[in-house]
């Protein structure tokens, strides 16, 4: 990216910043309230996962033997804040804050009952008409649903993808038709990668330098919305669009020797709800070094780049008032030719849920999914999981 062109548009968006605080009103105040949920997770594994508590792909078997696995947790129990602001005259002022107990998944070993909390948004938005500025940490713009499924990891490393990171986004809604409204947005995010030494030969003592690559490259990710909803006058709904980003990253040495490599992916989605209560998503998408944006079944980044393409659909149906059912499938597939031996090559899962809401507010829920990981010049590894869910929201 030309470093030119980012401080132009960091400079036209303190312009309009600046111009959106000119129209407050005096004397605002922010409204704050609590929302979140209880959650109870147990789940049965016929054979060793990712992760335990959810699963993102199944680990390597050996000699053919299956690893029973039985899990119960609470840390998907989350807590938030949504704040709305008072008494600004002419904008919108809002944002949130909120958290889960998953903060031991990637730090060092931490006890099941003792969990830690996990920062999952923290920002704060100004809007004015149909401009809307957005400055903290939320969503990636791309791959923006979700499937309908109970594990936590819904379908990440799995076909689906897209993370959370600090951002600078500014969103613009475009009325198309009194039913049809059409949404462009597009910001900078933070880079987030790992510290890849470069491929070049490396003169004696000379090392990678142990930083990030994506601080390193001096420049954020630019990512891209665009975005069209539309509701039928039956009560049905059509959402569908694209959405794209692109990122630098710089392998440094410790004697300042570097070599860049990017990230970059493109992906389309579409979901449609009846009024019925049926309903259908999915997305598709393509890219390279995704493993920070938890695609490409979340294998390391290179510098040569490794390539991968993915899927998913979910269908759903609220059978009444109190039962919703929901079934799915998605697959993740990185370009062989660019992974080591004994990575993994392909992720499959289809999956098939039931909620049932106990009271008001309260629910539980079963899942089964089948899972299937391969590997790289050795055997693939399966397991069937069973998943059951208490919730209670508030």
Known sequence: MNKRLFYAGVIIGALLIGNLAALAGDQPTVDVKVY?????????????????????????????????????????????????????????????????LYGGVTGATVAENKALLMLRHAYFTIQSGNTKLLAGQSWDLVSPLNPSTLNY?????????????????????????????????????????????????????EASDGSDDGTDAGIP???GYFDVQHKFASGGKLRAGVTGMWGQLKAETNIGNSETYTNWCAVGHLQVDFASGFGFAGEASTGQNLGSYLGGILNSSTVDGVSANGAWGSVWFKASPKVKLA????????????????????????FGNLTYALVPM?????????WQTK???????????????????F
Not at 173 to 202: D, E, K, Y
Not at 375 to 393: C, H, M, P, V
């Open 221 to 223: 990710t630019v990512q």
């Open 153 to 205: 990891a819904v379908l990440w490393g799995c076909g689906n993808f897209g993370y959370r990171r600090a951002q600078i986004s500014l969103w613009q809604t475009v009325p198309a038709g009194p039913q049809t409204n059409m949404t462009l947005a597009g910001g900078v995010f933070r880079t987030i990668g790992s510290n890849l030494t470069p491929t070049f030969s490396l003169a004696a003592g």
């Open 36 to 100: 979140g949920y209880v959650k109870l997770d147990g789940s049965y594994d016929q054979n060793l996962t990712s992760h335990g508590n959810f699963v993102m792909w199944v680990n390597p078997q050996y000699d053919g033997q299956d690893d029973e696995q039985f899990n119960m947790t609470a840390n998907q129990t989350r807590l938030g804040v949504n704040l709305a602001g008072n008494g600004y005259s002419n904008v919108k002022v809002g944002g949130q804050i909120e958290f889960d």
């Open 375 to 393: 590997y790289k010049d050795s055997d693939s590894a399966k397991t069937l999981r069973g998943q059951t869910s208490f919730t209670l929201n």
């Open 362 to 370: 309260a629910s539980v829920g079963f899942e089964v999914s089948q």
């Open 327 to 350: 079934t799915g499938y998605g697959f993740d597939d990185p370009k062989d030719d660019d992974i080591g031996s004994g990575a993994r090559s392909h992720n499959s899962c289809i």
